[in-house]
């Protein structure tokens, strides 16, 4: 079993900068054979994958954020973050990390195939 604990988030005023974190645990995680990825869902809306940060380190991330945020980790720490800048009211939601064991090769954004999940940490940006 895989364990995602997300930390960073709260509350911001537009433009400003938040750094998510994402700690994995469990004995049959090894960052290599994992594609993660970050995700967020605002109320009455779909869940919307915004970066993925794959096994053997791509990278991709939704139209929405780039430019603008980044994903990164450390595997010494098994750690994997999201940098946020320029932050606007649309960003407001609840952030989740994931974790897909199966297609960990390449980074995707498809939210239906990770296996594992965080309890998800609010981000809300006023203006």
């Known amino acids: 079993q895989v364990r995602l604990v997300e930390s960073g988030g709260g509350s911001v005023q537009a433009g400003g900068s938040l750094r998510l974190s994402c700690v994995v645990s469990g004995y049959t995680y090894s960052s290599r054979y994992y594609c993660m990825g970050w995700f967020r869902q605002a109320p009455g809306k779909e869940r919307e994958g915004i970066a993925s940060?794959?096994?053997?380190?791509?990278?991709t991330y939704a139209d929405s954020v780039k430019g603008r945020f980044t994903i990164s980790k450390d595997n010494a720490k098994n750690t994997l973050y999201l940098q946020m800048n320029s932050l606007e009211s649309e960003d407001t939601a609840m952030y989740y990390c994931a974790a897909d064991s199966k297609t960990w090769f390449r980074a995707h954004l498809r939210p239906h195939d990770y296996d594992y999940w965080g309890q998800g940490t609010q981000v809300t940006v006023s203006t």
């Open positions: 940060f794959s096994g053997d380190g791509g990278t």
